[in-house]
């Protein structure tokens, strides 16, 4: 019943921008922390940016100045604004959200979108 669907991945070339949307739906009582990570071919699932609900940040130190990521509150949605993109940064990039639903409000768990494929050309 609650779905974080992500939008905005695509090709761009080295040094290029995107920036990635996603949206938490359902029946979705409150949300702390939202964030993304992404996953490259034969690597691990790495944190690249979180957002605590009061607007604390966090960020991989690769990606520290050239990306930023953003919350909207009232659209429950959780953005990443990714400047100077590198070509290994190449990946598919999800986005996850700790949150509480309406039928169970002080249990807060984890739930990951689909995932968005980002890729940057040399």
């Known amino acids: 019943q609650v779905q974080l669907v992500e939008s905005g991945g695509g090709l761009v070339q080295a040094g290029g921008s995107l920036r990635l949307s996603c949206v938490a739906s359902?029946?979705?009582?409150?949300?702390?922390?939202m964030g993304w990570y992404r996953q490259g071919p034969g690597k691990e699932r790495e944190l690249v940016a979180s957002i605590a609900n009061g607007g604390t940040t966090n960020y991989a130190d690769s990606v520290k100045g050239r990306f930023t990521v953003s919350r909207d509150n009232a659209k429950n949605t959780v953005y990443l604004q990714m400047n100077s993109l590198k070509p290994e940064e190449s990946a598919v990039y999800y986005c996850?959200?700790?949150?509480?639903?309406?039928?169970?409000?002080?249990?807060?768990?984890?739930?990951w979108g689909q995932g968005t494929q980002v890729t940057v050309s040399p």
């Open positions: 996850n959200a700790l949150l509480s639903r309406i039928g169970d409000r002080y249990e807060y768990k984890t739930y």
């Open positions: 359902g029946s979705i009582f409150s949300i702390g922390s």
